[in-house]
């Protein structure tokens, strides 16, 4: 029978998606728990877990169409009578069956946890005369070694469509790598920016990397448009709608504090130097966000949010920390939890992970909410200082300005020291300008004298 697939809530109450690749065509065959498509919410890319084992039938939109929650999606021809029913199902519900062992296997959906079968593609129907010439390149693949396979061979053996994400595949294709070929390395799993690193590494050397042409204004570029028009979609148009709506819901207010991190800086390279803590990369902005959960023990306000409903402001005991990144694919805040609790080389290890799943563009949109205090690096784009808007639901964010070397009063001289710029902006519905004041002296002590930490928490 025909069974309807309608667009599910993902989680975080968003009203629609964009499609952003079809994993499947009608014709294709698949299984309880493969992904069929990739979507991207206004706030990640998230992989669609077939809720059936059956048949595509119809594919309701194209790749780059948006698809509104509650509208059909997919079709697929399912043996026997009744679907499959589980948590986030849209399928009308079914009576209690009484013979538990006749139950199906309930889909696994967004939200829900992961699949518990693999996510191995789906089987395309092969062309008609091509079924021989499939089964002859995959007999290759798997008796010969990779580097002597046809590229056909490598393409044919792990499916027309490798398991990556878009940001992924921009990156091969900058660095000239086949990412069908790094597909037949990596098996089933989803391919990484490291796998095509190290794809691009190993074969010696002839992968050359292709620099993305710096945009140009049309005015320069030879072109008779006189604009160009770019869709405000995905991130773009949630981070555009969350900051208007910070913007004019919680009084900003930022204040600024240049520090001397030269004994911070000395801490950081003697901790590089350590053979047992050589692979945690602990850098200035790891040191600066143990500081920061340091200082939010003392000024609670700042990890606090305005609950306008309840009437109530709301303090959390623990701080989820929002570092915010830059992508592909836009601005976004991803949050470390409990990252109060973390010790140095913790923090440096999940502060590493969150930016390595934010560019890869798998950050799930589980991992963009419940922020309680963030940090913005403006110091790796070479800026000392700023006003970051915050965002909603949170009463402070602290941007990190560069660290840069300079003359500086030192115990009474002029001397050679490493500077760095702190911006905090706050709700002054919540937090005044005294409790802003100490959070920030009290995070630039911290920067100023390490052993400080000691004194805190």
Not at 91 to 119: F, H, I, M, R, W
Not at 168 to 188: F, Q, T, W, Y
Not at 297 to 324: C, F, K, M
């Amino acid at each position: 029978m025909i069974q309807e697939f309608r667009l599910p809530d993902l989680g975080e109450g968003l009203a629609d998606a964009e499609i952003v690749q079809w994993l499947v065509a009608p014709g294709d065959t698949v299984t309880l728990n493969q992904t069929f498509a990739e979507v991207e919410t206004a706030k990640a890319v998230v992989e669609l877990p077939s809720p059936y084992d059956g048949t595509v039938t119809t594919l309701h939109a194209e790749a780059g169409e948006t698809v509104d929650v509650g509208a059909p999606l997919i079709e697929f021809d399912v043996a026997g009578d009744e679907p499959a029913t589980g948590p986030g199902d849209n399928a009308a519900a079914k009576e209690p069956v009484e013979d538990a062992a006749e139950e199906k296997t309930p889909p696994n959906l967004v939200g829900y946890g992961a699949a518990p079968s693999s996510k191995a593609r789906p089987a395309r129907r092969a062309r008609r005369g091509a079924a021989a010439s499939v089964a002859a390149d995959t007999a290759v693949l798997e008796a010969a070694p990779h580097d002597a396979l046809p590229e056909t061979a490598a393409a044919a053996a792990v499916g027309e469509r490798p398991r990556s994400t878009p940001p992924v595949r921009a990156h091969a294709k900058r660095r000239g790598v086949d990412i069908a070929l790094v597909a037949a390395e990596v098996g089933d799993r989803v391919i990484t920016r490291d796998d095509i690193d190290a794809y691009a590494e190993r074969v010696g050397g002839h992968v050359e990397v292709q620099a993305a042409p710096a945009a140009q204004p049309t005015l320069f570029t030879g072109s008779t448009e006189r604009e160009t028009r770019i869709p405000i979609r995905g991130v773009r148009k949630h981070t555009a709608a969350a900051m208007v709506q910070s913007a004019f819901t919680a009084p900003h207010v930022t204040t600024f504090h240049t520090v001397d991190v030269t004994a911070t800086m000395d801490l950081i390279a003697s901790l590089k130097a350590d053979r047992s803590l050589s692979e945690h990369r602990i850098g200035p902005l790891v040191v600066v966000a143990k500081a920061a959960c340091l200082a939010l023990s003392r000024t609670p306000g700042l990890n606090s949010r305005w609950d306008e409903e309840a009437g109530d402001i709301v303090q959390p005991h623990y701080v989820d920390l929002g570092i915010a990144a830059a992508t592909e694919r836009g601005l976004i805040v991803p949050n470390i939890r409990d990252a109060d609790r973390m010790t140095l080389p913790q923090l440096a290890d999940a502060l590493g992970a969150l930016t390595q799943t934010a560019r890869s563009g798998k950050t799930s949109p589980a991992d963009l909410a419940g922020g309680t205090f963030s940090i913005t690096n403006i110091g790796v784009f070479g800026i000392d200082a700023g006003t970051p808007i915050l965002p909603p639901g949170q009463s402070g964010i602290l941007a990190v300005g560069a660290v840069r070397r300079m003359p500086w009063e030192y115990r009474g001289e002029i001397a050679l020291r490493q500077v760095m710029t702190l911006s905090l902006s706050f709700d002054h519905r919540i937090v005044d300008g005294a409790e802003g004041a100490r959070f920030v002296k009290d995070v630039a002590d911290i920067l100023e004298e390490p052993g400080r930490a000691m004194l805190l928490g």
